[in-house]
């Protein structure tokens, strides 16, 4: 008998055996207790969606839109946005989860970051179930609000913008304020020290462009914990859109930045030698005011989304959905309904007779997002830049000039002033 008849004889054997025990096996096997628990099955009366919501809806809508950070409005429109993208069907075996059940789920966790299974118990809803179509709801929610977060492509835009920022933060020109933070996640398998930051811990990196009024006009999520601002921005894609005008970016147009980025004609960013002039001091005062709406963008989006004060336990593609999901809800929720999105103290608030900073509420938070590293100032510019800048820092202290800005920066006005 040849070597391949032996070798088919002996498949056959153990084929034969396997199929007899695994016969044996399925007769032995015990019937499963349930399919779905019983406590489950009772969602559509028990639920937190059948009971708890609609209670809150009716007779307290301030904490209906504290659970899920948006009011009994804005939720219906969102939910009518999404409902034909996440509404799966019935079968004969099973009720399909509710569009509506599913969209509450997903922004509560945003809002609490609770775990799955504190989530199943108050909804009722099986937490493997939740881990299967929270990554889907939050794609769906960006690809309905993504038009929120798009950049500006138009002069008339940018202008609108510049003139935000003069007429709010007494900074003409600016198109915008840069800054990053750092997204906690838990390890990712095999990532060995790639997502490892200065903090010690392990982070993604939320880059971000913001206007005069808190909203993220640009963002770039992804970059690992390691990097620093200035290297995020020399590899996202602002940059090559500014160098190569992309973007209709306006004549004389800038941004403003901390001391990490290089100084060019379209960014600023504050003087950093020591025994700064008085005009230099106003400079940087006037600087970090139109700077500001950055650090507060970031943390009205820490503040409302508590699921950015802990280690986010999700891959790190779905970590990167659900950071541009929330950037996308913070705008929608900024430009629709901006009065009782942002709350009085939400964000920093000078007082110009004194020229007091009363911080915002997020900062009061320790767990709040953590800036990047800034492992050195760099003072490689071009001529241009910084002939921009000493035009400013002349402008700011003539024709540009507030009132209460020498208050602000410990000078008391003289009548040689």
Same mark, same amino acid.
């Given at each position: ?5 032996? %070798? ?6 153990? +084929? ?18 349930? &399919? ?21 809806? @009716?007779? $307290? ?16 429109? +969102? @939910? ?48 493997? %179930? ?7 709801? @939050? ?13 500006? $492509? ?18 003409? $020109? ?16 095999? %990532? ?21 009024e808190y909203c993220f006009r640009y963002i770039d999520v992804g970059c690992d914990g390691r990097s620093n601002d ?5 590899? %996202? ?9 992309? +973007? ?66 999700? $891959? ?23 009065q009782t999105y942002m709350t009085p103290g939400s964000v920093d608030e000078e007082d110009l007779m004194t020229g ?5 509420? &997020?900062?009061q938070d320790p767990n709040t997002m953590s800036p990047l590293q800034r492992l050195y100032a760099s003072n490689n ?37």
């Amino acid at each position: 008998m040849s070597s391949i008849g032996v %070798s088919r004889e002996v498949l056959r054997r153990v +084929l034969n055996i396997g199929i007899k025990e695994l016969c044996e096996q399925m007769l032995k096997r015990k019937k499963r207790r349930w &399919w779905v628990r019983s406590w489950i099955l009772r969602r559509n009366n028990l639920g937190a969606s059948a009971r708890l919501f609609k209670e809150l809806e @009716l007779e $307290d809508p301030s904490s209906y839109a504290n659970i899920l950070r948006m009011s009994v409005p804005k939720f219906k429109e +969102l @939910l009518e946005l999404v409902t034909p993208l996440i509404q799966k069907k019935d079968t004969k075996f099973r009720q399909a989860i509710p569009s509506k059940t599913k969209l509450e789920i997903t922004l509560r966790y945003l809002a609490t970051g609770d775990s799955y299974k504190s989530l199943a118990y108050l909804f009722r809803v099986p937490h493997n %179930s939740i881990s299967v179509f929270v990554p889907e709801v @939050l794609s769906s929610i960006y690809e309905v609000l993504q038009q929120f977060i798009k950049v500006p $492509d138009r002069i008339a835009e940018w202008k609108q913008i510049q003139k935000s920022f003069e007429c709010k933060w007494n900074f003409p $020109d600016c198109c915008g304020a840069l800054d990053g933070k750092h997204i906690r996640i838990q390890r990712p398998p095999n %990532s060995t020290s790639l997502f490892y930051n200065y903090k010690g811990t392990y982070s993604i990196v939320l880059f971000a462009m913001v206007d005069a009024e808190y909203c993220f006009r640009y963002i770039d999520v992804g970059c690992d914990g390691r990097s620093n601002d200035s290297t995020i921005y020399n590899n %996202s894609t602002l940059k090559i859109a500014l160098e190569r005008n992309l +973007l209709n970016w306006p004549i004389g147009g800038l941004c403003v930045a901390d001391d990490a980025f290089c100084l060019t004609s379209y960014m600023l960013k504050p003087y950093s030698h020591r025994g700064l002039s008085v005009e230099e001091q106003i400079f940087n005062y006037r600087l970090s005011r139109a700077r500001r709406v950055a650090e507060n963008a970031f943390g009205i989006l820490a503040s409302r989304f508590r699921i950015f004060s802990r280690p986010i336990p999700l $891959d790190v593609g779905t970590v990167e959905i659900l950071v541009k999901v929330s950037c996308g809800l913070h705008n929608w929720l900024r430009i629709t309904s901006s009065q009782t999105y942002m709350t009085p103290g939400s964000v920093d608030e000078e007082d110009l007779m004194t020229g007091v900073i009363n911080p915002g509420e &997020w900062r009061q938070d320790p767990n709040t997002m953590s800036p990047l590293q800034r492992l050195y100032a760099s003072n490689n510019y071009k001529q241009e830049g910084n002939d921009v800048r000493e035009w400013f820092t002349q402008e700011f202290t003539t024709t540009l000039a507030v009132p209460w800005q020498m208050k602000s920066i410990g000078h008391e006005c003289t009548e040689s002033d």
